[in-house]
C-alpha cells in the first residue's frame, strides 16, 4: 500500500540535531505516512503534496502532561479566596454526588480536547477535578474519552483519576480527611483493567495511572500503584507538593513525612513518575536543606517534574528553580492544568517567573521552556519519538504563523513566538500524520467551535450553580463569586 508523502517548507522549520533543537531557515520538512522522513535543506527525493507554509514556524506538537479535560474550576479561584471557603475543599455535609450528567462530561472533554488541539498540543495527559464527583472517575467514563480523543486525532494518555479519600472542611472551619481505603484500591484496580484494554486505539491511545492527589492517598494504595506501575511499564501520574494543605495532612497522617518522603517510603519514586508542581518540597516544617535532599532524591529516581507555570503564578506559587532541578538531574515537563490551555503563555510566563523566583534574569530562557514544552515532556513519558522532528519521530507537527501582525519583529523564531505570541497564532496542527487543524479550524469532526462555546459556557453556568451546595456554610452564590464591581442587571 502507498503512503503518500507530503513535504512541507517555511520560513523556519524546527529540526533536531545532535541531541537538541536546531532551526533550519527556509527549512523543509518530509513525512510519509506517520513518520518523519527528512528535515532540513534540499531534499531530493520524490513528494506527493508540498504544502508552501510561508512566514511561519513548524516544530514538534506540544506536550502537556497535566492538560485539563475539563470546564475549568480553577478559574474561579483567581480573584475568590480563600479557597476552602469557595469551594476548592467540600463541606463536610454535604452528599457527594455526580454534578454532569454523563452526557455532559463526555461533552466537556469534547470541548477541551478540541481546545488543547487548536493550542498546538498534540500529545495530552488530561486531568480533571473530582472536587464536584460523587467519587472519583470512571473506567466506563474514560472508555468514552478513548472514543472521544480517537476521533479527533489527539495522541493522548488516558486513565481514570482514582483515591483513597478526600478533603472537607468541618462547620467550625477545621479540616479534615474522609477515608475509603476500599474504594481507593478498587479504583486501581479498574484502572489497571483499562490500560490493559487500550490496544485497540493503536499507538495513538495509551494508559497511565492517576492517583488523584498524595493526600488522598494511604501507603497501600501507593505501594499498590508502584506495583502496578513497572507491570504496566506504564506513567503514573500524582499531585505533589502542591498547596498548605497537603503538606499538613501529609505531615498529620504520615508521622510527620513530608510528600517526597511518603513517596518514597513507598517505592513509588520511579523513571515513570509524573510530578505536577512540586512548588512545596521539605515537607510542613521545611529547611534548606530537606529540600536538597528531596532534590536529590528526585534526581536520583528519574521522575520528571510537570511544572505549570500559569495556574502556578495565579496562586502566587513556583517551583524551587530550573537551574537547582537541572543541577540535581530532574527532567523537567509542562502541563497547562487551567484555562487557556496555551502552551505558549505557560512558555513566556514561566521563564518570567523563573526569573522572579530566583533574582536571576539568566535563570532561564524561551529555549529552555521550549525544551520543556517538547523534549521534557518527551522524556518524562519515555519516548524518543515525540517532541522533535527527526527521521524516524513521529509526525506531530503544529504550524505557527509569524503573519499575524501582533506576532511583532522577529528575531529569533523560538524567542519571538514565546513573547509575543500566543496560542491563537497555531494555525496547523498534524498528529501521525493526519491533520487535524487546519487555518484553525478542527478537521477531523468538523465541529461547530462557535456552538462549541455557547454549549461550554451554558455548562458551566450550571456547574457555578451548584456551589452552594458544596461550599462551606453554604452562602449564596452571590457571596462565594461577587463580581468584580457592583452588577446592575436588566429587568425582564
Excluded at 537547582?324 to 502552551?343: K, V
Amino acid at each position: 500500500m502507498h503512503m503518500k508523502t507530503t513535504k512541507i517548507t517555511a520560513r523556519y522549520v524546527i529540526g533536531f540535531k545532535d541531541d537538541g533543537h536546531h532551526i533550519y531557515e527556509h527549512g523543509e520538512l518530509v513525512y510519509q505516512g506517520d513518520t518523519v522522513l527528512f528535515v532540513g535543506h534540499d531534499y531530493q527525493g520524490q513528494v506527493d503534496d508540498t504544502q508552501n507554509l510561508g512566514n511561519a514556524l513548524v516544530g514538534p506538537g506540544f506536550i502537556d502532561l497535566d492538560a485539563v479535560a475539563d470546564l475549568d474550576s480553577t478559574v474561579l479561584a483567581f480573584d475568590h479566596q480563600p479557597g476552602w471557603k469557595k469551594g476548592r475543599l467540600p463541606a463536610s455535609d454535604w452528599l457527594r454526588r455526580e454534578t454532569y450528567s454523563d452526557a455532559e462530561l463526555d461533552f466537556n472533554k469534547r470541548y477541551a480536547f478540541s481546545q488543547l488541539l487548536l493550542n498546538g498540543i498534540t500529545t495530552i495527559a488530561p486531568i480533571t477535578s473530582i472536587l464536584y464527583r460523587e467519587w472519583a472517575e470512571t473506567a466506563d467514563e474514560f472508555r468514552r474519552a478513548a472514543d472521544i480523543a480517537a476521533s479527533l486525532g489527539v495522541r493522548a494518555y488516558l486513565g481514570p483519576a482514582y483515591m483513597s479519600g478526600y478533603g472537607v472542611v468541618n462547620p467550625n472551619g477545621n479540616f479534615d480527611m474522609r477515608f475509603d481505603e476500599r474504594r481507593g484500591l478498587q479504583g486501581l484496580e479498574e484502572a489497571v483493567h483499562y490500560a490493559e484494554q487500550l490496544d485497540q486505539y493503536g499507538d495513538t491511545i495509551r494508559g497511565m495511572l492517576a492517583p488523584d492527589r498524595i493526600e488522598g492517598c494511604t501507603p497501600e494504595l501507593l505501594r499498590q500503584t508502584a506495583r502496578a506501575m513497572r507491570e504496566l511499564d506504564c506513567p503514573v501520574r500524582l499531585h505533589s507538593c502542591q498547596g498548605e494543605f497537603e503538606l499538613e495532612m501529609v505531615h498529620q497522617l504520615h508521622n510527620g513525612m513530608s510528600s517526597v518522603e511518603l513517596m518514597a517510603e513507598n517505592d513509588l519514586l520511579d523513571r515513570r513518575l509524573l510530578l505536577p508542581h512540586l512548588q512545596l518540597l521539605g515537607g510542613k516544617h521545611s529547611t534548606p536543606d530537606k529540600i536538597a535532599r528531596e532534590l536529590a532524591l528526585l534526581g536520583q529516581s528519574g521522575a520528571s517534574a510537570v511544572i505549570c507555570p500559569l495556574v502556578a503564578g495565579r496562586h502566587a506559587k513556583y517551583f524551587n528553580g530550573v537551574s537547582r532541578f537541572r543541577e540535581a538531574g530532574i527532567n523537567i515537563s509542562l502541563g497547562t492544568d487551567t484555562y487557556p490551555p496555551d502552551m505558549i503563555q505557560n512558555m513566556h510566563i514561566g521563564a518570567i517567573l523563573s526569573r522572579v523566583e530566583r533574582g536571576n534574569i539568566t535563570e532561564a530562557s524561551a529555549a529552555d521552556y521550549y525544551n520543556m514544552a517538547t523534549l521534557g515532556g518527551a522524556r518524562a513519558l519515555g519516548r524518543e519519538d515525540i517532541g522533535r522532528l527527526c527521521p524516524g519521530a513521529r509526525a506531530d507537527i503544529m504550524v505557527f504563523d509569524f503573519d499575524r501582525i501582533h506576532t511583532g519583529q522577529v528575531f529569533d523564531p523560538i524567542t519571538a513566538m514565546v513573547i509575543n505570541g500566543n496560542g491563537r497564532d497555531i494555525k496547523g496542527v498534524i498528529i501521525n500524520g493526519d491533520r487535524v487543524v487546519w487555518d484553525g479550524q478542527l478537521v477531523k469532526l468538523g465541529l461547530d467551535l462557535q456552538q462549541l462555546h455557547h454549549q461550554a459556557q451554558k455548562q458551566f453556568d450550571g456547574f457555578i450553580a451548584s456551589y452552594p451546595e458544596r461550599c462551606h456554610q453554604h452562602p449564596p452564590l452571590t457571596e462565594i463569586f461577587p463580581p468584580s464591581f457592583p452588577l446592575s442587571r436588566r429587568n425582564r
